[in-house]
Nanobody, 127 residues
Framework: QVHLVESGGGLVQVGGSLRLSCAISGPTFSWYAMAWFRQAPGKEREPVAAVSVSGDRTYYADSVKGRFTISRDNAKNTMSLQMNSLKPEDTSVYYC????????????????????WGQGTQVTVSS
């Protein structure tokens, strides 16, 4: 059984920073491609960033490129999302997700590829 737990959300002012973390327990973390998605009220869940099993491939949504950085630490079974220069439109519930079935060097933004999800953490950016 794979279990994902996010942490690090909160309230921050425009231009501020937050660091989200995702801890994964269960079968070997290094087998899973990982990603962050977000969902605002009334909107569909959308990909934010993804990292491959190998860690050398990443994906970023255009809206966060240059501001967010995804990373993984296979030794600690954790994944992080460093979010800088936050904007009000970044306000959402952020979810971490794990995919077992994608290639080792694929950073997938497709929600259909992800098998396991965390419970979500709220990020609110105030203006």
């Amino acid at each position: 059984q794979v279990h994902l737990v996010e942490s690090g959300g909160g309230l921050v002012q425009v231009g501020g920073s937050l660091r989200l973390s995702c801890a994964i327990s269960g079968p070997t973390f290094s087998w899973y491609a990982m990603a962050w998605f977000r969902q605002a009220p009334g909107k569909e869940r959308e990909p934010v960033a993804a990292v491959s099993v190998s860690g050398d491939r990443t994906y970023y949504a255009d809206s966060v490129k240059g501001r967010f950085t995804i990373s993984r630490d296979n030794a600690k079974n954790t994944m992080s999302l460093q979010m800088n220069s936050l904007k009000p439109e970044d306000t959402s519930v952020y979810y971490c997700a794990a995919a077992r079935r994608v290639g080792a060097r694929v950073a997938s933004p497709s929600i259909r590829d992800y098998d396991y999800w965390g419970q979500g953490t709220q990020v609110t950016v105030s203006s």
